[in-house]
C-alpha cells in the first residue's frame, strides 16, 4: 500500500509541476483534474487573491468550428472589418463590408451578423443594412465598435460624420435577425462630458450590460469611466483609481469588468460597477494584464498569459490551475485577437484569429482516446508556416492529431546560445530518425535531406501529391525535393533570387561566365556586375554573382570528385571581383551612380515583384546570375519536409502534406509555391475609385498590384520567372567555406590571384578526396 500510494503522489507532483511553466509531464487525467467542488459566490463573497499553485485542470479540445465569418468570395463587397463579442455561450462575429476608395479611405456598405450559440446546429448569418438615421441623410456612417447587450440582442455604435465632424454617435440595437429594436443617440452626453476627441477621432471604447446601459472609458478625463442610461442621459462618472483603464470581460449577468495595472505594485485591479450599488473592486491581484479573461458563475476566473497558456483560478481557495498550452492548439499570439466565454457546464470557449481563420474552440476535460497522435520535428526554430498548418490541420481531424517539437529558443537573445541549442537539437533529431526510433515527419535543410537519403532513412514521396496540384507548384520548388529521380522532400515555402540586368547593356536572357566577364571589360564605367541595392555584401558577391550554383559550374565535378580552380576563367573571376571589400550599407548606390550593370534581389511575393517591376521595369529585365547552363534564376528552399520510411502514419502524413500546398493557406505564406495564387485573388476594381489591380490576401487585407503604364498586369512577366528558375543541385556549403576564406585573405592584399587559385584547387580537392564515398 505504501508503494501504490507513493506511485500516485509522484504522478501527482509530476503533473502540477509550478504554475505557469511550459513543460508538463503527460499523465492519465484521473491523477491531476482538481476536485470539483461546490460553487463560489463571486458576486458577495471575497475573491482570494493570495495566488498559489493548485493542480492542473487539464482541458482539451473537444470540438473545432472555422465558419463563423462571412464568406466574401462571391460578394460585390470586401470585408473591411470585423468585430467580435462573447458572454457566456454566444459568440458574435459582426462583418463590415464595403468598397476602398480612390483617397485610400473606405466606406461600408453593408453587414453580416454571425451568431453562434454553443449546442446549435449551425452558425447563423444574418445580411442587413443600417437603417435611415434621422438627420444623417448623406453624412458618411461608419460602425466602429460592437458589444452583446443580452441573450436575444447586441448593439452596433455608429459614428456619423460630415466633413469629419462628429455629428452623431448612434447606438442601433438590433436583434440576431438583424432586426432593429431601437436606436439611442449618444453624442450630446459624449460632447458634454469630454469624450470625444480631435478632428477624425474614431471612439470604440464602449461597452452596455444586461439593461442597456452604457459605459464609456474617457480618454480625457484618465481613470474614469461614463455611464450613460439607455435613453443617452449620464447616470454616473465612475473614478476607478487607475491611469490605464481597459475592458476586461463581462460577468455571468453581462456587466462589463474593467482593469487596470499598477507597474509599481505589480497588482492587477479588475473593478466592477452597478447602478444601485456602486463601483466595486472585485481584486487586487497578479496576473498578467489586457489579456483574454473571463469569469464563470461557479466561481471560476479563466485567464490567458502572454504566452497564450491558458489557466483558472478558483476565486474561494486562490488556487492557480493549468489548463493548457493554447500556442501547440494554434492560438493566436496576439492578445487583442483572443476572446474566452464560458459555456455549458462551467467549460470555456475560445475564440481565436490567427493565420486568417477565425476559430472557435470548445474545450473539454475529456480527451478522445481513440486520436493518432503523429510527431513532426523541425531542426530549425523558425518555422511557424508548418507551425500553423499543423494545427490548423490538428483542428480538422477528428481522429489524429499533429504535435510539433523544435528548438526552443524564446527569450534567447545571444547569438552563439541559439546556435547551440539549435545544433544540438538537430543533432538528436537526425540521430532519432536515423537509429529506427523517429517522429513522422522532420522538416531538414537542403543538405540533410540528402544525407539522410543516403542513408536510407527517408520515404520517397513521390505521387503524394497529385498531378492536378503538381501542376500548380512552380517546378523548380518540386525538382529541388528530386533526388536520383525521387521526390524526397517537399518545400511547403521557397523565395526566388534573380538577378536583373541594364536593357540597354544587355538583351539577352542569360549569359554565361565569358559573356558577362566581356560586358564588364567593355564597360570602362562599370566598377560592380552585380549588386543588392541596399546592401554590400564585401567578399560575400563572389559567391552571389559568380558562385551560386557550384555544382553546375566548370569548376566542380561532383561525381568525379574532382575540381578544377586553377582555370584561367575561375582566376579572371579572382581579379574582377577584387573590388568587392567591406560590408555594411552602401553610402551611395552604385545601380543609381551608373556603376553596376544590374542587381539581384530576392523574390517572395507577386505583390513585391510589382513594386520592384514599376520601380525598374522599364529599364532592367530578368537574366539571372551567369551560368553555364540552366536558368541562372534560383529557388531557395532551403529546408524540405521529408517522412521517415518508417512512419506507422503514412495516409495522415499524406493528408498533412496536401494541406500545406491547400490555396487559402498558400494565400497566408510569407513566400507562396503556388503558380495560381494570381489568377484566384488578385481582384480587379472597375469603380474607378482606388488602385485597378489588388490582390487580396485575405481577412479584408488588399495589397495594390502595381502594373505598367499601359495600365495591365505583371502576371505574365511573374510566371514566366518564376516558372523559369532553377535550384542549386547540391549542397556546396564548405567548399564555399573553403573558396571565400582564401579569397578574402586574397583581396586583402595577402597574396596574389595566381597563388591563392592554386591553394583554393589543393585544400577543395583534399576536402573531396576525405569526403568521398
Request: hydrophobic share 35%.
Amino acid at each position: 500500500m505504501k508503494r501504490a500510494a507513493l506511485l500516485v503522489m509522484v504522478l501527482l507532483l509530476t503533473a502540477c509541476g509550478q504554475a505557469g511553466t511550459e513543460e508538463r509531464t503527460s499523465v492519465d487525467s484521473s491523477f491531476v483534474q482538481e476536485p470539483q467542488s461546490e460553487a463560489f459566490d463571486w458576486q458577495d463573497e471575497i475573491w482570494n487573491a493570495d495566488l498559489k499553485e493548485g493542480l492542473a485542470y487539464t482541458l482539451y479540445l473537444r470540438q473545432y468550428i472555422d465558419d463563423l465569418e462571412t464568406d466574401t468570395a462571391y460578394s460585390l463587397y470586401e470585408k473591411q472589418n470585423t468585430f467580435y463579442s462573447v458572454w457566456g455561450k454566444h459568440i458574435y462575429a459582426l462583418d463590415c463590408l464595403g468598397m476602398t476608395l480612390q483617397d485610400g479611405g473606405s466606406v461600408q456598405l453593408s453587414y453580416c451578423l454571425n451568431h453562434y450559440e454553443e449546442g446549435a446546429e449551425e452558425i447563423r448569418h444574418q445580411e442587413f443594412q443600417l437603417p435611415d438615421l434621422p438627420g444623417a441623410v448623406g453624412l458618411y456612417k461608419n460602425v466602429v465598435a460592437f458589444d452583446i447587450v443580452n441573450e436575444e440582442e447586441c448593439v452596433l455604435f455608429v459614428q456619423v460624420k460630415q466633413d469629419e465632424q462628429l455629428e452623431k454617435y448612434v447606438a442601433i440595437h438590433i436583434s440576431a435577425d438583424g432586426e432593429v429594436q431601437r436606436m439611442t443617440d449618444l453624442y450630446p452626453a459624449m460632447a458634454e462630458n469630454g469624450i470625444l476627441g480631435q478632428e477624425g477621432y474614431v471612439f470604440d471604447k464602449i461597452y452596455t450590460d444586461a439593461q442597456g446601459n452604457y459605459y464609456l472609458i474617457s480618454d480625457g478625463r484618465l481613470g474614469e469611466i461614463l455611464v450613460l442610461g439607455e435613453d443617452g442621459a449620464v447616470q454616473a462618472h465612475v473614478e476607478t483609481g487607475g491611469s490605464e483603464v481597459q475592458f476586461s470581460m463581462k460577468d455571468p449577468n453581462g456587466a462589463p469588468v474593467f482593469e487596470w495595472y499598477d507597474p509599481g505594485e505589480e497588482l492587477l485591479h479588475l473593478v466592477g460597477y452597478d447602478l444601485t450599488s456602486g463601483i466595486k473592486t472585485l481584486a487586487s491581484v497578479k496576473l498578467p494584464p489586457f489579456t483574454p479573461k473571463v469569469l464563470s458563475e461557479e466561481g471560476f476566473l479563466y485567464y490567458l498569459d502572454t504566452d497564450t497558456k491558458l489557466y483558472r483560478w478558483k476565486l474561494g481557495t486562490g488556487e492557480v490551475a493549468y489548463c493548457m498550452d493554447g500556442e501547440a492548439m494554434g492560438l493566436s499570439a496576439n492578445p487583442a485577437l483572443m476572446r474566452i466565454s464560458v459555456g455549458a457546464g462551467g467549460k470555456p470557449l475560445l475564440l481565436s484569429h490567427a493565420g486568417g481563420n477565425t476559430c472557435i474552440y470548445l474545450l473539454d476535460t475529456e480527451q478522445a482516446s481513440s486520436k493518432v497522435m503523429l510527431r513532426l520535428v523541425s531542426t530549425m526554430s523558425y518555422c511557424d508556416y508548418v507551425l500553423d498548418c499543423a494545427a490548423q490541420f490538428s483542428r480538422q481531424q477528428e481522429n489524429s492529431v499533429l504535435l510539433v517539437d523544435k528548438p526552443e529558443i524564446e527569450g534567447i537573445t545571444a547569438a552563439e546560445e541559439i546556435t547551440r541549442i539549435q545544433n544540438e537539437f538537430r543533432e538528436r533529431a537526425l540521430l532519432e530518425l536515423t537509429s529506427g526510433e523517429s517522429a513522422d515527419l522532420y522538416l531538414v535543410s537542403a543538405a540533410d535531406m540528402r544525407m539522410l537519403y543516403k542513408k536510407g532513412a527517408l520515404a520517397d514521396l513521390t505521387g503524394v501529391l497529385p498531378s492536378e496540384l503538381e501542376n500548380c507548384i512552380f517546378p523548380g520548388v518540386l525538382e529541388s525535393g528530386v533526388i536520383e529521380g525521387r521526390q524526397i522532400g517537399l518545400a511547403p515555402q521557397a523565395a526566388a533570387t534573380v538577378a536583373m540586368v541594364s536593357n540597354e547593356l544587355w538583351t539577352g536572357d542569360s549569359w554565361t561566365y565569358e559573356e558577362a566577364l566581356d560586358l564588364w571589360d567593355s564597360q570602362p564605367g562599370l566598377e560592380y556586375l552585380l549588386v543588392s541595392p541596399g546592401y554590400n555584401y564585401g567578399t560575400g558577391y563572389l559567391y552571389q554573382t559568380f558562385l551560386r550554383d557550384l555544382a553546375r559550374s566548370p569548376f566542380l565535378d561532383l561525381e568525379k570528385g574532382t575540381c578544377n580552380f586553377t582555370d584561367p576563367l575561375f582566376i579572371r573571376i579572382l581579379e574582377h571581383m577584387q573590388d568587392y571589400r567591406g560590408s555594411g550599407r552602401w553610402e551611395e548606390n552604385p545601380l543609381e551612380e551608373g556603376k553596376a550593370a544590374g542587381f539581384f534581389v530576392t523574390l517572395v511575393s507577386y505583390p513585391y515583384f510589382t513594386q520592384l517591376m514599376a520601380q525598374y521595369g522599364e529599364q532592367y529585365h530578368p537574366v539571372g546570375f551567369p551560368t553555364q547552363e540552366g536558368a541562372g534564376n534560383y529557388w531557395n528552399g532551403d529546408y524540405y519536409l521529408v517522412v521517415s520510411k518508417d512512419s506507422p502514419n503514412r495516409e495522415i502524413v499524406q493528408e498533412y502534406l496536401l494541406s500545406l500546398f491547400d490555396p487559402e493557406q498558400q494565400r497566408d505564406s510569407d513566400h507562396p509555391v503556388r503558380n495560381d495564387l494570381i489568377s484566384r485573388y488578385t481582384v480587379y476594381n472597375d469603380t474607378g475609385q482606388g488602385p485597378k489591380l489588388q490582390y487580396d490576401m485575405g481577412d479584408g487585407v488588399f495589397s495594390v498590384l502595381e502594373t505598367k503604364k499601359d495600365g495591365s498586369s505583371w502576371e505574365e512577366e511573374y510566371l514566366a520567372l518564376m516558372n523559369g528558375c532553377g535550384y542549386c543541385s547540391e549542397d556546396t556549403g564548405e567548399i564555399l567555406e573553403i573558396i571565400k576564406e582564401e579569397a578574402e585573405y586574397c583581396f586583402s592584399g595577402g597574396r596574389d590571384v595566381w597563388k591563392t587559385a592554386e591553394i583554393i584547387q589543393n585544400r577543395v580537392q583534399t576536402y573531396m578526396n576525405e569526403h568521398s564515398d
